[in-house]
């Protein structure tokens, strides 16, 4: 496959194996001087929920749990390379990979997209149509493969 002609490549994750396949298309185009940004995005804790009880959590707890787990999916696809530079943040998804994308200057995100139909789509929003919609840079938008859906 040929490379795409970028020094840095961010790649939003959710942990779900179409944003994985995402994050395999990335490391297929990526020279070997690219950088590759490994992103995934937390909810916000909002005290103002009925019925929870956050206990102990807090963000630094959150962010180093998410952080080892992103560490350990990579691992699960042998992408341990030095490349790989792992980013964990907070907010509204769509909004927030946008952000990271012109805060970590990167020359294209690779984002998965989940091919959510309907009243799915409309209620949840796509969060790949608004980074499409307001990142700094192209997209590439990989949708799932038929073998994995």
Do not use: Y
């Not at 984002?111 to 969060?127: D, E, K, N, P, Y």
């Not at 790949?128 to 073998?147: I, N």
């Amino acid at each position: 496959m040929p490379t795409f002609p970028a020094s840095d490549i961010l790649v939003p994750v959710d942990l779900s194996e179409p944003s994985m396949q995402a994050l395999d298309h990335a490391t297929s185009l990526a020279r070997s001087t690219s950088g590759i940004h490994v992103l995934t995005i937390l909810p916000e804790l909002s005290a103002m929920e009925p019925g929870i009880s956050w206990g102990s959590i807090d963000d630094e707890t959150r962010i180093a749990t998410m952080e080892d787990a992103l560490r350990a999916k990579l691992a699960e696809r042998d992408i341990d390379d030095a490349r790989v530079h792992v980013v964990v943040a907070r907010g509204n998804p769509g909004w927030q990979i946008a952000k990271e994308a012109t805060n970590l200057d990167v020359d294209l995100v690779v984002i998965a997209s989940h091919g959510r139909t309907g009243w799915q789509r409309l209620a949840m929003g796509s969060v790949a149509e608004r980074v499409v919609r307001f990142s700094p840079c192209p997209v590439l938008v990989v949708r799932q493969t038929r073998a994995s859906r």
